[in-house]
């Protein structure tokens, strides 16, 4: 009954340091990577980016593109110098580069007075169909977004090649603009994963229909179980839009908040198919057992059904099997009485007659009650 | 097993482009129809329709009528161009023409300040009993409505009835009031719709108490997926009504509102509508698992008291079958302790009256403890 | 298994015309009863009433009693001229006629600007006990309230009989009171139904402890599916009560709303009675699945018991019924090894013996594991 | 299958009159008490209290203490004329006269410009275990609440003894004070009715694990009934002390309203106590019938195997009681293919040999694939 | 059926006292410890600390430390006395000291004008694997912050050696910042309490795909209760720190809120996590409980197969163990009807070719029929 279920990891350990410890202390996980640094400097004319794994790409590319906006990219988190650095030059409140590092936080939108910060989950699976529930944190300040991902694999191929087409809004509606594209990227996703999932599901359906077997419900079981994931991160982050929605910093302009409301209509739209999906997992389950349970029972009628008919048959040759004595061993006397069938000439064919009629008169009163039929 | 089962599509493809495309790009679905334009100018006292392909149609109308009311009705979305044309011609916002286009929207209202965007759902039963699920949507600015939807079919027959009647306030109220009367011909068709689902309901019932078998659980689940389907495009319906009732915009008039309450409560009718069959489709699920598992449960107890009655009858059988000798073979001494019934001259009817004894006083048992009686 | 269970309406035939015909139409039901119009003229000193068919009598009596209040209680939607008359008379909205005459209005309240529109559901049982779910529509504008009824049975006896004693506010107080007078009644009613319901549950309880059968299934589901009508009847009328408690109307004055709030606390009151009623009836049904299913159990376990007792026996004796051959049928010699037992003077004494203990042991060994009790 | 279940009554019957009657008329319930009034007069230096059966005692009372706080104790409601005297007195609306009659009430707190009127429910167990629902119903004005109680029976004796000590603000505070105090003790009464359900949920468990019979189900249903009543109670009662929090009557002075705070807490806690155990109570009843079921199940299992151990061996039994003839009885010539076992020397024990074998075999099998161990 | 399982208790008994008495009194639990007073007096620059078991301890320090802020730890609440004094010298509301002794308290943050009183449930498990929920409550007032345990037990380790250490806000943000450090750590400990609730969850979900048994119930069991406890005491933490967010007491400064808001963060991480876990929990039981049903289902239908497939052999072999004559005992004619098989030379042979045979067919069938796969 041992079954490869890929559990999903709700992970509890939100510190890796002791209970009681000073908050704004930036500890990265154990297993973060090594930070990537990307910057972007981009301006309605040109585009500029450099590449690095330290604080100093980022000075450079400053001092080359003073009147850009920027956007640096840092992939992996697990250097808490540079974090700690980052924050130093924006003035950031080290709650918030606790928050980046440590990297189970909900998402949700910051409004500092002079800067602000979001979080998102980056949710998808990897090559081997296990669910990854990465963070994605983004601080905005001025013209500069600085973004964090905890994996060096590339998330935002679409932005990045919209910022080197140079159409649209991107590059000249500053870093807040930026926020946005990118979050949306992230929702983009998520209709891409549930239309994975959506894909899953109406093959376990066909499944269902066409051979149901215990894999069914595992199946949906982690169906199921991807949903509530999925759920509870498009919860706060719809909560999250509605925050940058109504903040007042300047950061989000009027008309970057046009393309959020966007957004959250898309974060809608995922809430809504995540909870038919769920209702369809729920009524798959729910038409799978039953499913089994009616086969079981057909299979116990029918086995029911053969046993009942044969056991008046069994009986009459087990009263012909009797040995009642015809003629007593000691006076030799007959008595005729004594199953008196056992010595007509054709008793044993209308022994058997009698027990194919008996056997009839079961099927047919069987057949009548309609207990043959399927239920 | 195999279940020619009707899925119902929950579309979770909401764009056909790139993930992190730039919003704003209209992308007509893949199989969308080339559009047809019909183009209706109503004033008191007269009604002008034209019909054509493209945007050329609109012009000519326009300036054929210049103080009219005008309707432009698209029916088809398989022309990006046109999308982009009306948009242009009329100064709308990129991200409400590629809601035009994306057909997943769920209702809402949009209010941007010269101009109102309405989404509704059509949901109908093609002539196959498919669930079909169709984006409607309507651009208002000035005294002009434009509406999109996806199929040739003719929905408004009604409307268009009463606007060559010329009757009501259809022809003078504005291109507010025919927002109104389109929405409220949707919901219409949703009363209809719900109609047809209650006699199926009735029918699928009937048949549960009449003969159930397991189309009813296929019948019911295909039901409340419907009404899934209905609730949730009824109640984004609600809301945008909601919001259309609290517009400040100028084109909802104040008159306009009055009907449009008169709407509103037919949303709530329908989504009360759908609750209540929800909930009789559950209990219409609940009674058939019931009759299905006590109607198993009688054929077993039946049948196993068939069994229990033969049980102790075979056993007498079978011990006078016994072969305890009467006579030793060596010594041929008779052993009269060995099966004496046997050798009794009514030895055998004696025994069958004793089975027989046994047999009915297990029955008579059986009814007194009221084993007979269906439960 | 056919069931003569009465099924509620949920009738969704919201509107007789045509999808998409124009708003504020009065169509009446098509089994609509001829309208029998009884007027109350009243002030504190006299109480004037008279009856008739047509609008004419209405007339009349304003012309007699132009001082007075009037209660013009229309019984019978049979005669759309008519409804169309008094909202002529009274300046109505055709919206409000048209609500007056289609029957399936959830309760509400509308606040016009000066007249006031109010709907409620009279449920009750029919003699068949068939429920039924009717509509009370009330137009309040100056000194008059009319009211419209689906049947000319009497509903308000108490009311008329309080406006012939003249006692109380009734004759003093408006026609605003008159509204809540009705209003009351209406709700009075419910309790009386509930009271009914009450004594049902009682009854099929009770039933439940002393001879629980199938019937207690079907009526339980009756019963819950009342409640459930109750339910969305009560629900929107606690709102349409909340609504005229907060009217700014001159209609209700604020007299008058000090009896709404006891009206709405009565409300309350059934809401609170119909949540427990569906308590109970899912505890019963409850209860009832379980002993059902526990019945069952009780008795495949005894049939179970008896035919395992049997088993064992029954193989002794086939055993004792083989027939190893004693003495070889050609050289004659006796093999002494083959059921030496059937052989034994006492054999059979000794077989039959052992079957007892066998059997006995058995039956203690069960007894020991409990298998007796029930569980 | 009777089963003395004490139940909880909802009595629906609010009123005793008839429908449609004029609201505000006292009618007590049939079978109330006499009433009985106590009157406590006090104030700092001194506590005066009388007792009585008519109103006769308190207008002594009042006569002789002017400047005291009266708290006039009505216990009965048998006496119509009694409750229209107070309200004369105190010049009390009708309709709030008629709630303390009518015990149907739920807890509110309603604010009339100088007065207060406030209802809550007092729930005990009596001798016999009956769940009893009480109303108890506080007028308060200037200094004198008068209060009702449906029972003769004595629940404020801590109260009493409190205002014969003199200590605390209970002297000093006004009638609203005292309206706090009783509302209190009643809350009181709640916790220690809610450990006496929790000792009796202990109780219940620990048989559960015990020895589990169908009494388990039948207490559980029995508490949680309790539970509900007590949550239908409490809501309400929270509402109540809510509106005591806000109101502005100055009957209601911050100090009482400091005192309210710490009795919302308790209530606060006490659906917090009902809700955590209604939960112990569904899982109690979950494991119960989980429970159950099992045990039945390990019943049939182990019951099926005995047969189907048995099966083939009687089977084997069977086959060699067989009467193929070793010899033609008329030709007399030897026949040795048919069944040569019986002629063997040794076939019976052979033959048992091999039974034996049979059956360990299948022990062992069965006992490899788990079945002989519990699930 | 005896089970150990960890009951959680949820206390009814709020008060000592008796029913009614008057609020404000200090009432320790039975079984509280005696106290235990440490007193830790900081400021920028030094940490003074002392200990003692009365309140001189207290007056000593203040003295000495006149400028320092003072966190007053109190642990065991066995001396009312000392209670009631730390509340003269503060001038704290009676009930409020109330709160303090009567350990059943909901968290909850009440702010009185001059100080600020605070309660959280401190969870976590015994050495005996038995849940412990404690109160924490701490008073803030000016300089000065007064907490109160249950147990002498070390909590706060964490945070006294920040105090030690002296870096971060610690020292200099006052008494209020401190309340939010303890109140952090207790959060941090739900977490570490989650933690391991996490790994028995995943430990259970191993074994119920390794070899489920009956301990999964009652360990899932066991959990959800524990899960229960904790989102009772997470939900209102929630809503205290919410209300610690929005008061205007100067004792919580911005700057403190911003940490609070942190804390608010975490709680929301809890609750979600909870929710999940009981999630899982719910589906572990699930599982578990169609796992055994499926379990149960297979072994029942191999038995009754095997049942199935030897009754119509045992019915040929009774047939041919009938013993119809072929020779008439008294005229020694025979009688080639009866039972010719039995005198064929191969009769035997052939007999049990035909059993096997119909054997082979009933398996093939049934094998066919997808009876031997696992559902």
Known sequence: MKKPLKRIQYNPRRRAGVIGESPGVVIPPEDALKPLITIFSYNAKELVSS????????????????????????????????????????NINPLVLEDIANVHQRPKFDDYDDYIFAVS???????????????????????????????HKEHFEGVKNRLAAGKGAIRTAGAGYMCYALTDTILDRYFALLAQLGEQLDEVEDRLYDHADKSIMY???????????????????????????????PLISP??????KDAYD???????????????????????????????NEIMKVLTIIS?????????????????????????????DNLPELYNPHGYFYALGGML???????VVFWKKGWFSKL
């Open 255 to 260: 008309e970057i908040k046009m393309f959020l």
């Open 51 to 90: 590449e690095g794994k330290d604080i100093k790409v980022i000075f450079d590319q400053f001092k080359k593109c003073s009147d850009h906006t920027h956007w640096i990219q840092v992939r992996g988190l697990g250097d808490a110098t540079l974090i700690e650095e980052v924050g130093a030059i924006l």
């Open 121 to 151: 989950r980056m949710i998808s699976f990897s090559i081997d169909y296990q669910l990854v529930n990465l963070q994605f944190s983004a601080l905005v300040k001025d013209n500069i977004i600085i973004t964090f991902e905890e994996t």
């Open 357 to 363: 009629i008996i056997g009839i008169i079961q099927v």
């Open 219 to 249: 199946e949906t079981q982690q169906l199921k179980r991807t949903l509530i994931v999925l759920r509870r991160a498009c919860w706060p982050e719809r909560d999250k839009i509605n925050d940058m929605l109504r903040t007042e910093s």
């Open 308 to 336: 009942v008919i044969f056991i008046p048959l069994t009986f009459i040759a087990g009263v012909y099997g009797m040995n009642f004595s015809r003629v007593d061993p000691v006076t030799n006397k007959v008595m005729p």
């Open 266 to 296: 898309h974060c809608i739209q995922i809430m809504d198919l995540v909870e038919g999906y769920k209702e369809i997992t729920s009524s798959i389950m729910d038409i799978y057992l039953s499913m089994v349970s009616n086969r079981m």
